[in-house]
């Protein structure tokens, strides 16, 4: 970092410690964990946003549908991955930061076998039954077609991307985001390499953008692994793990699995339900017609990546939570947990105010023609208010998953979208509301949760729950 870096970070730190939002303190450690996943949130999202945005110039509005509801699939993949990983970074902190490393190691062993077990049925039902999946949207032809071919294609990245996503957190919880960070985004620089040369350059449109997507991601694959295994990068300042998986040893450990699951199967759940609520959101999108799902995608994919942000500051809160509750300073953990809350606010409502100012160029970059652009516009600027509910969620469930409390967040991501957004969304198929019912499904999706699990930190009740997964729990 040079002089004038360095100098620009320290008067942001003053600045935010001025304003109450963030002790200086706290804020250095917490950019150092942040700083490289938001890097590589972004880098991941901006895969599908550009895939998007190819197909739309190659094939038009039939090709961007069928590629929304192929992505539907694949988000559920992510969200799966999410979930598992999850357990595996509130573990992995607390018994780092409780110094028992070879306990992080099983940690990370217990979780690669649930990947594989998970990954192998879920990519033969994508490449046997992909037309069958899309049909499920009543999709036209066109775009049933185009749907099938990329779940075809990707199904082979499901297993690369689950363990992509299980050594991520590894790195992540153990106070190492730059090196996942190098991999993640040097992969999704590849994939839009690849998936422009491809949709372009050989014409092979939607199954372009997915053999982009599977080829990069088994490449990510292959350079996490190597450091997963204890082995040094010896460039760019990527660093081996420091809790390595090796092939000899115990890989089956029962209390271990045991609490990856537990702590796994309600944070799976919460994301689950963030991902199957698309589904009747594009099925309610497509009576509208093509140009209408294509519309609701774009506003998605905008938000997903302005959600980029939260790839870090949802990962720093559980990481710095988790490693100062595995020392036993409960009082600390709390601190960070508020501070990484308030300037996750901060920052989603400065970006969506961006966001929305800038709506209509950012829409152009999707479609054409007067009326889609006005359509995916709104879309645009709806979706970047929503990212504030997004932040709020996204930092709260961070600090509660670093102390493994996961089962309150998922009740409250089933509400917000299954209670409010998607009674809001079929409002419009009933009503005069229309179209509107998706606007407003979009806000309260993410407003809704956001609140509940914000209460959820405020109450505290994460800080007993924690007690059981700490490493003096077992000894006891």
């Known amino acids: 970092m040079t002089g004038r870096q360095a100098a620009a970070v320290a008067f942001l730190a003053e600045t935010l410690e001025r304003l109450g939002i963030i002790d200086s303190e706290r804020f250095r450690p917490t950019v150092d964990l942040?700083?490289?996943?938001?890097?590589?949130?972004?880098?991941?999202?901006?895969?599908?946003?550009?895939?998007?945005?190819?197909?739309?110039?190659?094939?038009?509005?039939?090709?961007?549908?069928?590629?929304?509801?192929?992505?539907?699939?694949w988000e559920i993949v992510t969200m799966l991955g999410l979930g598992l990983a999850g357990g595996t970074v509130s573990l992995v902190s607390q018994n780092y930061g409780g110094e028992q490393t070879e306990r992080a190691t099983l940690v990370v062993k217990q979780s690669i076998l649930l990947t594989v077990a998970l990954a192998i049925p879920i990519a033969a039902v994508f490449a046997l039954f992909a037309e069958s999946l899309i049909g499920l949207f009543g999709a036209g032809p066109a775009s049933l077609a185009h749907g099938s071919t990329y779940l075809v294609y990707v199904a082979?990245?499901?297993?690369?991307?689950?363990?992509?996503?299980?050594?991520?957190?590894?790195?992540?919880?153990?106070?190492?985001?730059?090196?996942?960070?190098?991999?993640?985004?040097?992969?999704?620089?590849?994939?839009?390499?690849?998936?422009?040369?491809?949709?372009?350059?050989?014409?092979?449109?939607?199954?372009?953008?997915?053999?982009?997507?599977?080829?990069?991601?088994?490449?990510?694959?292959?350079?996490?692994?190597?450091?997963?295994?204890?082995?040094?990068y010896g460039v760019l300042g990527m660093e081996p793990s420091p809790v390595p998986v090796t092939l000899s040893g115990s890989w089956l450990e029962p209390t271990l699995l045991r609490q990856v699951v537990e702590i796994s199967a309600p944070e799976i759940g919460r994301r689950l339900a963030q991902?199957?609520?698309?589904?009747?959101?594009?099925?309610?999108?497509?009576?509208?017609?093509?140009?209408?799902?294509?519309?609701?995608?774009?506003?998605?994919?905008?938000?997903?990546?302005?959600?980029?942000?939260?790839?870090?500051?949802?990962?720093?809160?559980?990481?710095?939570?988790?490693?100062?509750?595995?020392?036993?300073?409960?009082?600390?953990?709390?601190?960070?947990?508020?501070?990484?809350?308030?300037?996750?606010?901060?920052?989603?409502?400065?970006?969506?105010?961006?966001?929305?100012?800038?709506?209509?160029?950012?829409?152009?970059?999707?479609?054409?023609?007067?009326?889609?652009?006005?359509?995916?516009?709104?879309?645009?600027?709806?979706?970047?208010?929503?990212?504030?509910?997004?932040?709020?969620?996204?930092?709260?469930?961070?600090?509660?998953?670093?102390?493994?409390?996961?089962?309150?967040?998922?009740?409250?991501?089933l509400v917000g979208r299954y209670a409010f957004a998607l009674p809001a969304a079929a409002l419009g198929l009933v009503t005069p509301l229309g179209i509107g019912g998706l606007y407003l499904a979009l806000l309260l999706e993410t407003a809704v949760p956001g609140g509940i699990t914000y209460w959820l930190f405020r109450r505290g009740r994460w800080k007993v729950v924690s007690r059981r997964y700490r490493p003096a729990a077992e000894a006891d």
């Open 156 to 232: 082979p990245a499901v297993l690369f991307e689950l363990l992509n996503l299980v050594a991520s957190r590894t790195y992540t919880g153990v106070g190492d985001t730059f090196t996942e960070m190098v991999a993640r985004a040097g992969g999704a620089v590849l994939n839009i390499v690849l998936s422009a040369t491809l949709i372009f350059g050989f014409g092979l449109g939607v199954a372009g953008a997915a053999i982009g997507t599977s080829v990069s991601t088994g490449f990510v694959t292959l350079v996490l692994a190597w450091g997963m295994l204890g082995r040094s």
């Open 275 to 413: 991902g199957i609520v698309v589904f009747p959101l594009l099925w309610i999108a497509a009576t509208f017609g093509p140009v209408v799902v294509t519309a609701l995608e774009v506003g998605r994919r905008v938000r997903s990546l302005i959600n980029g942000v939260n790839w870090g500051l949802s990962l720093a809160a559980s990481s710095l939570v988790g490693q100062h509750l595995g020392a036993g300073d409960e009082d600390e953990a709390g601190a960070y947990g508020a501070a990484i809350i308030r300037l996750a606010i901060v920052c989603y409502t400065v970006l969506a105010v961006l966001v929305v100012v800038f709506a209509e160029p950012i829409a152009s970059l999707f479609v054409s023609g007067s009326e889609e652009l006005a359509l995916a516009a709104t879309f645009v600027a709806v979706g970047a208010v929503s990212s504030i509910g997004f932040g709020i969620d996204g930092a709260a469930a961070g600090a509660l998953l670093g102390a493994g409390d996961t089962r309150l967040p998922f009740v409250a991501s």
């Open 34 to 73: 942040a700083w490289p996943r938001i890097v590589t949130g972004f880098a991941i999202m901006s895969k599908q946003t550009a895939d998007l945005a190819m197909v739309g110039i190659a094939v038009g509005t039939a090709g961007t549908a069928g590629l929304a509801f192929a992505l539907a699939f």
